[in-house]
């Protein structure tokens, strides 16, 4: 894949993730892997309902912008810090849905445990104690609290998904949303059934993860 249609894809998954109701027009960030050792990255300051892969920029593991029209993610640094730990991610979302990003500053956790796809699919998401947005502090705080999560929540920020591929990614910020929908609705409704500790060990084994 050259890098122009990985930009693309990742301008198409980012639209997506807008339409989607999952961030605002100036929120949010998506990177992939590329073919070439680099790495796709949205850039700041333009709209993300209308992103376009000119508005998708390429930087260098070592964060050399490779698009220097282009102002990159002020995130980029966390990206490219989880990438270079989790050599096993080809795509990162971050983003700030409502739900989710409510619970990123509550005293309370998203439930994964109330269906077996948000459970197979996202795990337990690691919790990830504030650092100021951009700052070096949150690509180290996010890098380490991902070691072993797929998915974490940024106190007081948002929400951030990894992946194998962006479907994966996209996916997991999907179902960490409708998670965090539920949790808030079972609070309403009481009664709340989660999967037992044996379910959740078979979903582990099924997953691979056990």
């Given at each position: 894949?050259?890098?122009?249609?990985?930009?693309?894809?990742?301008?198409?998954?980012?639209?997506?993730?807008?339409?989607?109701?999952?961030t605002t027009a100036s929120g949010g960030n998506i990177s992939c892997r590329t073919c070439s050792g680099n790495v796709a990255i949205t850039a700041s300051k333009l709209d993300k309902a209308a992103l376009?892969?000119?508005?998708?920029?390429?930087?260098?593991?070592?964060?050399?912008?490779?698009?220097?029209?282009?102002?990159?993610?002020?995130?980029?640094?966390?990206?490219?810090?989880?990438?270079?730990?989790?050599?096993?991610?080809?795509?990162?979302?971050?983003?700030?849905?409502?739900?989710?990003?409510?619970?990123?500053?509550?005293?309370?956790?998203?439930?994964?445990?109330?269906?077996?796809?948000?459970?197979?699919?996202?795990?337990?998401?690691?919790?990830?104690?504030?650092?100021?947005?951009?700052?070096?502090?949150?690509?180290?705080?996010?890098?380490?609290?991902?070691?072993?999560?797929?998915?974490?929540?940024?106190?007081?920020?948002?929400?951030?998904?990894?992946?194998?591929?962006?479907?994966?990614?996209?996916?997991?910020?999907?179902?960490?949303?409708?998670?965090?929908?539920?949790?808030?609705?079972?609070?309403?409704?009481?009664?709340?059934?989660?999967?037992?500790?044996?379910?959740?060990?078979?979903?582990?084994?099924?997953?691979?993860?056990?």
């Amino acid at each position: 894949m050259t890098s122009l249609a990985e930009r693309t894809q990742v301008a198409e998954y980012m639209r997506r993730l807008y339409a989607r109701g999952l961030t605002t027009a100036s929120g949010g960030n998506i990177s992939c892997r590329t073919c070439s050792g680099n790495v796709a990255i949205t850039a700041s300051k333009l709209d993300k309902a209308a992103l376009e892969p000119a508005g998708v920029g390429l930087v260098t593991p070592a964060g050399v912008n490779l698009t220097p029209e282009l102002t990159l993610s002020i995130e980029t640094a966390m990206h490219l810090a989880i990438y270079a730990q989790r050599p096993d991610v080809q795509a990162i979302v971050h983003a700030h849905p409502v739900f989710a990003s409510a619970f990123s500053a509550a005293q309370a956790s998203i439930n994964t445990h109330l269906t077996a796809e948000a459970y197979a699919i996202v795990g337990d998401p690691a919790f990830i104690p504030y650092a100021l947005m951009g700052s070096p502090d949150l690509a180290n705080q996010v890098a380490a609290g991902l070691a072993t999560a797929s998915c974490g929540v940024l106190e007081n920020h948002g929400v951030i998904a990894l992946g194998a591929g962006l479907l994966e990614a996209f996916d997991r910020i999907e179902l960490l949303e409708n998670a965090a929908r539920q949790t808030v609705i079972l609070a309403q409704l009481g009664g709340v059934r989660e999967l037992s500790p044996e379910r959740l060990r078979q979903l582990d084994i099924f997953m691979g993860r056990a």
